[in-house]
């Protein structure tokens, strides 16, 4: 008697393991359907689970996500992408195997970028419901919760060759809902190749993100605020930012971001390209004159003793205002610059 009813709990439960097995995958298979767009394609070679009794998984074999913007793409793929599904259905360890490739193809020209790691790349996926309740209807924009990535050390290569490093990677993107996005981010760069104008580098970002609720606006971003955005390269130069901004589609943003540069000279150089507005040397007399530590009478000397106005200040303080009168950088207002006062003969410039 006792044979018989542990026989039909075994029996009972093989069979209740097999339907919600069968409508996981099921849901899994929608679930990425359903996520498909006109910019968005999702392919795979076969979704399998496995697991039985208490160890669920779902594995996606040759798994591909193309991103189309017009003539341009994005095609991420990867081995394998294997889900260890908790008991509530409603956490998944993910796992990418050892490597990510990145093919980007923009117009005739072709680039591909691997993401390796000695271990595997590993995160940590949450959602909004039981992957046993997912409707029909249902996308991964809106099941997704959020998603975390930790490793310890990924090596980033182009066309085979190592480009540069990162360790200690710790990413984290969290939804309330389709609207509010809450982002943190932080990690080390290495490189030992001329990619950027620093070999080393640390980035620590906590940010929220809220779009538009609904509608044909719903990728629009409204509104930015930076808890903390920390950037520190060759450990002697150092960009603290905070603040907030709210965004407009067709008009200047409105908000204030508050910085702290320390040795803001070498980050001037390092961080910002030759060919915007603005030549360097130009920006570094702007930030200067936003900090009053040196006179107008300083900053309109010859261009050979120029730099002298902003050698010295080893930590610089300063806001950006964003407003309807224009952008103000401390009192000076941007769209008000008089920019004769401050050519540069060809030759001194940076």
Not at 32 to 42: A, G
Not at 228 to 240: L, P
Not at 307 to 331: H, M, Q, T, V
Request: charged content about 25%.
């Amino acid at each position: 008697m006792i044979r018989k009813i542990l026989l039909f709990v075994f029996l009972a439960f093989t069979i209740i393991w097999f339907a919600t097995a069968y409508t996981i995958k099921n849901n899994v298979v929608s679930l990425m359907k359903n996520s498909e767009s006109d910019n968005l394609k999702i392919s795979y070679n076969a979704v399998k689970f496995s697991g039985y009794p208490f160890n669920w998984k779902i594995t996606v074999t040759d798994p591909k996500v193309k991103l189309i913007d017009h003539v341009n793409s994005k095609e991420f793929t990867c081995e394998n992408i294997v889900l260890n599904i908790a008991f509530s259905t409603k956490r998944a360890a993910l796992n990418f195997g050892p490597f990510i490739r990145e093919v980007d193809n923009y117009g005739d020209k072709t680039f591909t970028y691997d993401v390796r790691s000695d271990d595997d790349i590993k995160g940590i996926g949450k959602f909004n419901k039981p992957l046993y309740k997912i409707s029909k209807d249902d996308n991964l924009k809106e099941l997704l919760k959020s998603i975390q990535l930790n490793n310890k050390v990924l090596l980033i290569f182009k066309d085979n060759q190592e480009i540069f490093k990162i360790n200690d990677l710790a990413f984290l993107i969290r939804k309330q809902n389709l609207a509010n996005i809450s982002l943190f981010l932080n990690m080390n760069y290495y490189s030992e190749k001329d990619i950027v104008n620093f070999k080393n580098a640390n980035l620590d970002i906590a940010a929220s993100l809220k779009f538009a609720e609904d509608g044909e606006d719903s990728a629009i971003l409204q509104n930015l605020n930076i808890e903390r955005f920390i950037f520190t390269c060759d450990n002697d130069s150092k960009v603290n930012l905070n603040g907030d901004l709210q965004l407009f589609a067709n008009k200047l943003p409105k908000g204030k971001l508050y910085f702290e540069l320390e040795n803001y000279n070498s980050i001037v150089d390092k961080l910002l390209p030759n060919n915007i507005i603005f030549s360097k040397k130009i920006i570094k007399t702007i930030i200067a004159k936003a900090i009053n530590k040196a006179s107008d009478a300083q900053l309109n000397t010859e261009q050979n003793n120029a730099n002298s106005a902003y050698n010295n200040i080893e930590k610089a303080k300063f806001d950006i205002e964003f407003s309807d009168k224009g952008i103000n950088i401390g009192s000076i207002n941007l769209l008000e610059l008089k920019l004769g006062e401050h050519k540069e003969d060809p030759k001194y410039r940076k």
